[in-house]
T-cell receptor
Framework: GAGVSQSPSNKVTEKGKDVELRCDPI?????LYWYRQSLGQGLEFLIY????????KSGLPSDRFSAERTGGSVSTLTIQRTQQEDSAVYLC??????????????FGEGSRLTVL | DQQVKQNSPSLSVQEGRISILNCDYT??????FLWYKKYPAEGPTFLIS?????DKNEDGRFTVFLNKSAKHLSLHIVPSQPGDSAVYFC????????????FGTGTRLKVLA
């Protein structure tokens, strides 16, 4: 597809279970971001991948959160031992960045996670 | 610590009038700013951007103004249309060598027909 693809679009899980959220960025985009939006809140930065550089993990809220990006393309965000406060929409974005890029982020439609 | 702030959670404007959405930031290292629009159940979409070397950027009905000394930017929509009703986020970046974007909390704009 032409845009950023995220799956699943909706996920309901029980407290304490692990979840994996997937992001398929736009082909050729070197930068990939994860954000989350909790109910009534803004977009909270989680993690940023740029090419082969070490990811910027400064936004991950706890060590229960991790993300990887394989082969510079698809990314998976993993939340272990989910808590109710993890309930949010998790948004992935990609960008054709390097130096000189416009900086525009292209977002997917998000994965809505509900932890019961 | 909220580095990018949108202090108005909501705004209502009559169709045809001007909508002004405001954004303040605290980090003087930020040098690139973007506005995004978000409809319910969709991802945010890019609207307009501005670099710190400019104080104004226009694109059709949308104009972004940047006041670096005040660490303030604003988005003007003229004339406002009902289809502009959405949540608007401003975002800022500037750390050298990285493009980590910090988003504000958003302003919900409602344009009344």
């Amino acid at each position: 597809g032409a845009g950023v693809s995220q799956s699943p679009s909706n996920k309901v899980t029980e407290k304490g279970k692990d979840v994996e959220l997937r992001c398929d960025p736009i082909s050729g985009h070197t930068a990939l971001y994860w954000y989350r939006q909790s109910l009534g809140q803004g977009l909270e930065f989680l993690i940023y991948f740029q090419g082969n550089s070490a990811p910027d993990k400064s936004g991950l809220p706890s060590d229960r959160f991790s993300a990887e990006r394989t082969g510079g393309s698809v990314s998976t965000l993993t939340i272990q031992r989910t808590q109710q406060e993890d309930s949010a929409v998790y948004l992935c974005a990609s960008s054709p960045q390097g130096r000189g890029g416009t900086g525009e982020l292209f977002f997917g439609e998000g994965s809505r996670l509900t932890v019961l | 610590d909220q580095q990018v702030k949108q202090n108005s959670p909501s705004l209502s404007v009559q169709e045809g009038r001007i909508s002004i959405l405001n954004c303040d930031y605290t980090n003087s290292m930020f040098d690139y700013f973007l506005w995004y629009k978000k409809y319910p159940a969709e991802g945010p979409t890019f609207l307009i951007s501005i670099s710190s070397i400019k104080d104004k950027n226009e694109d059709g009905r949308f104009t972004v103004f940047l006041n670096k000394s005040a660490k303030h930017l604003s988005l003007h929509i003229v004339p406002s249309q009902p289809g502009d009703s959405a949540v608007y986020f401003c975002a800022a970046s500037g750390s050298p060598g990285t493009y980590k974007y910090i988003f504000g909390t958003g302003t919900r704009l409602k344009v009344l027909a």
